[in-house]
């Protein structure tokens, strides 16, 4: 079988979805025949496509309008875009009954899903249920061999054009890191599949459960309520349930997605963002600290809201019960708890009894006093601390290829090129925890790990003459800006950049 291909794409979430449709639609305006790009392959380590799968919670929605799709701010008349999905599955008329711009996150899933088979179906390759383990060059100019892992047996492809998009691997805190073999510990992005299994467990102990959950975000927020109406169903005995919220801030921060701050999606500010200056000490970090309460360490105001009304309901609850003196009100209802000003600095599991087998201890700090203590023993930790996004680097770094692309030396003044440093997007109540993600070096200044350059086509530069093409989506938020991990601006980076390969020369 010949697996020589113009393109290979590592990952298959929606960037790199949005990639093959912009290819699609490219080989229907021309002879695909005459395209450069003619052969295409993306390698997807799931066993078929999956967008959040651990958190499609029931009532969940977007945060974004569905018109944000994959397709639909580059080409309106796409055959891709969200609105065409709803009227392939007879559900137009029924949506915009709804009156929402905003689809459940389960329905966004099912439609990335659908776009996902149909592009299958129009000649791009999907190799699901493979893991890339390697990238180096052959002996031939230009090509790379791309390898692969799946069920113990290795696939080898060929290609002059590489495009990773692994998405985020979850962040965990330090403080864990030595007992996520733990099965009761876990991150918010398998929430939704393994809870239902550790509550099942826990509740045939017949003792009241004990969950802390990390993190002062979206995902920690929504992860709160479902356990709280998880453990409303489960029998409670002489004490309710309890679920601790954890966040390292004073309160709960609302997202802001007003208006004229939304204006920093736009692909317009793409180019704000990678055009500022080297030569403009921390004018980037300054821009990026501007807006980070879009989308870091913030909640919906909705989801907020809902919140808030539950712990309102136990305080007007505590209290009837107080003056009618008859103890805490309806003790079978869970006990809802934030802990704020606290960092999360040590975890273990207490000494076992028949009562506290597997159960975990936390060591928190008062972020105010300094102070230290003991909280628990609880029986689930849920770690809503966000994600990695650095699977790139470890790809590039483990080989020989990587020589070509890292470098040491300080970036110049008056190199108009940027470099491309780790990022992550923390979500966390960690000590250690910066309250930033990684931003571009200063003029001037050394790092003592390699750094990147990357064009604002996404493509990255080698050090020196290097034939083949690679590109990086999802991983360079510290030099296109804040938008780069999400949805907003994927259709119209997915033309910007099929339209970089399309050319003899790729554009600087």
């Known amino acids: 079988m010949d697996q020589t291909y113009d393109l290979v794409g590592c990952g298959f979430g929606p960037s790199n979805l949005a990639i093959a449709i912009a290819i699609v639609e490219r080989w229907n305006s021309e002879s695909r025949e005459n395209c450069p790009i003619r052969r295409v392959c993306f390698i997807e380590k799931h066993p078929r496509f999956l967008w959040h799968p651990g958190m499609l919670l029931p009532g969940t929605t977007m945060q974004i309008s569905f018109l944000k799709d994959l397709v639909t701010l580059r080409n309106p008349s796409s055959e891709f875009t969200f609105l065409a999905y709803l009227h392939s599955n007879n559900r137009l008329l029924s949506f915009i009954n709804r009156g929402s711009f905003f689809p459940t996150r389960r329905e966004f899933a099912d439609y990335l899903a659908w776009a996902a088979e149909k592009v299958k179906t129009l000649g791009i390759e999907i190799s699901y249920g493979e893991e890339v383990v390697e990238i180096r060059e052959t002996c031939i100019e230009g090509v790379l061999q791309i390898t692969s892992s799946r069920d113990g047996s290795q696939i080898t492809r060929t290609t002059k054009n590489l495009l990773i998009s692994p998405g985020g691997s979850p962040a965990i805190p330090s403080a864990v890191t030595h007992m996520m073999d733990s099965e009761n510990i876990l991150h918010t992005s ?44 489960l029998p409670a005995s002489d004490r309710p349930h309890e679920v601790d919220l954890i966040i390292r801030k004073g309160s709960l921060k609302p997202s802001d997605d007003s208006p004229f701050t939304n204006t920093i999606f736009n692909p317009e500010a793409t180019d704000l963002f990678y055009e500022i200056s080297t030569a403009n000490p921390g004018a980037r970090s ?150 930033s993600s990684s931003l571009s070096l200063e003029p001037g200044m050394t790092s003592p790990s390699p750094k990147l350059l990357v064009t604002r086509k996404y493509r990255l530069v080698p050090i020196e003459p290097c034939k083949s093409r690679i590109y990086v989506q999802g991983c360079v938020e510290s030099t296109h800006g804040i938008s780069d991990t999400l949805l907003s601006v994927i259709g119209v980076r997915a033309g910007e950049l099929v339209d970089d390969l399309w050319k003899d020369e790729p554009d600087t």
Do not use: W
């Open 286 to 435: 300054r821009l990026f600290s501007e807006y980070r309460n879009t989308n870091y360490g913030v909640v919906n105001p909705e989801t907020l809201d809902t919140l808030h009304e539950l712990l309102y309901e136990q305080e007007l609850s505590d209290g009837i019960a107080s003056r009618s003196n008859s103890g805490t009100a309806e003790n079978s209802a869970p006990r809802l708890r934030i802990l704020n000003n606290q960092c999360l600095i040590g975890a273990s599991l207490t000494e076992e009894t028949d009562q506290t087998e597997g159960r975990l201890s936390l060591t928190l700090q008062d972020t105010h006093k300094r102070t230290l203590a003991a909280f628990g023993p609880y029986d689930i930790l849920i770690l809503g601390t966000g994600y990695e996004r650095q699977i790139h680097t470890k790809l590039l770094s483990s080989s020989e290829l990587g020589k070509k692309f890292y470098r040491d030396q300080a970036i110049s003044e008056t190199d108009h090129l940027n470099p491309l440093t780790p990022s992550s997007t923390p979500d966390s109540t960690e000590a250690s925890t910066p309250t």
């Open 190 to 233: 398998i929430y939704a599949y393994s809870i239902p299994r550790l509550l099942s467990q826990t509740a045939a102990k017949q003792r009241p459960i004990r969950i802390a959950v990390l993190g002062g975000g979206q995902s920690s927020a929504e992860v709160t309520i479902d356990l709280y109406r998880r453990l409303e169903h």
